[in-house]
């Protein structure tokens, strides 16, 4: 993180204590991964995770002995937490909530101390050490306010308090001029959010239109009729919401944090995907016997998983725009493109041996 920014940085491996191999200076970060590394091989619920835990609150009660807690300021915190089955990405509780606690200088003692924005840790920092807001502090629809409980009133004079807090009625009123800029009228945070999700949907509306309307002229084109183009539509949605089953049963959800390990991703969702296609092979043999709409059929699916993951672009832009989609949506490029691949190689396939019994 930031190798730049520092006078000195090291890489250890996991194995060794990182706050007792820190050389304390003005400023010391430490970043301790193998918490993390023990959530994603064993999951947040395991005793691995929780030996690694303990393990770093034993080094971290060691390393406090070094610090003078008359003069030394010390934040302890986490980006994420983890799932049972390990990753994060998701909106649980045990991923998007963790612990920040504060201890030195001028901070009050209050326990529990209040709930903030992450994004409220920097903001702070700057008042404990007296330094300038971040230049670029998101304001409105915030939790700033906090930042005085967080810090002892009794160790600061009252007027750079209630300069700080002016500060922030001034970032609050930036952020309010740019926003109705931005929006055409008076708003916050969350009005821009809706506008942008709102266009968003209509995009992803337009690929929906597209998709059906090229479905029902390959239909009309393959002389389905209504009833087999019904059929197909359902079959497609039947093997679709399988795969998505499937992808929840084996990964333990359907979001961002089901790509835990890249790895263990990339064995798992070709297998995914090609579990629910060859029941619906079987099927599809089962009740209708036909080769050649077998063929297209599997070439229907596979179409399927390229409009998700063209669509996908079109709705949210590449590289991602704004606002970031949900958790689900995040990963859904991704199973698609293993969908359409996998249906697309079983078409071929499928197309091969036809081939080769009409020889």
Do not use: K
């Amino acid at each position: 993180m930031f190798p730049r920014g520092f006078d000195r940085y090291l890489t250890l491996p996991d194995d060794v204590d990182s706050f007792a191999a820190a050389q304390l200076a003005d400023l010391t970060l430490i970043h301790v991964s193998n918490v993390d590394h023990m959530g994603h091989q064993h999951g947040g619920a395991s005793p691995e995770y929780a030996a690694a835990a303990a393990r770093v609150d034993d080094e971290l009660g060691r390393f406090l002995d070094r610090i003078d807690l008359g003069r030394d300021l010390i934040i302890f915190t986490a980006d994420h937490g983890h799932s049972p089955t390990g990753g994060h990405g998701g909106p649980t509780p045990e991923i998007a909530r963790v612990l920040t606690c504060f201890a030195g200088p001028g901070v009050a003692h209050r326990e529990p101390g209040p709930v903030i924005q992450s994004r409220t840790i920097a903001g702070t920092l700057a008042v404990l050490l007296g330094l300038r807001f971040p230049r670029h502090m998101r304001a409105l629809e915030d939790d700033l306010d906090a930042i005085f409980t967080i810090v002892d009133d009794r160790s600061a004079p009252p007027a750079y308090l209630a300069d700080r807090r002016a500060a922030i009625e001034r970032f609050r009123a930036a952020n309010q001029a740019s926003l109705t800029g931005w929006l055409g009228h008076p708003g916050a945070w969350s009005d821009l959010y809706t506008r942008g999700a709102r266009d968003q949907l209509l995009r992803a509306g337009l690929v929906a239109f597209i998709t059906l309307a090229i479905f029902a002229v390959a239909a009309r084109r393959r002389r389905l009729g209504l009833r087999g183009a019904l059929g197909l539509a359902a079959g497609c949605l039947a093997v679709a919401a399988a795969t998505v089953l499937l992808h929840v049963l084996v990964l333990g959800s359907f979001d961002w944090t089901a790509i835990n390990l890249r790895e263990r991703y990339l064995d798992a969702a070709p297998r995914i995907c090609a579990a629910p296609a060859l029941l619906a092979i079987v099927l599809h043999r089962y009740f209708l016997a036909d080769d050649n709409r077998l063929v297209a059929d599997q070439l229907t699916l596979a179409a399927l998983g390229l409009a998700i993951s063209l669509g996908h672009i079109y709705t949210f832009a590449w590289p991602l725009g704004f606002p970031l989609p949900g958790p689900a949506l995040l990963l859904l490029p991704f199973l698609a493109a293993f969908f359409g691949v996998i249906h697309g190689l079983l078409a071929a396939l499928l197309a091969a041996i036809a081939l080769v019994r009409r020889r």
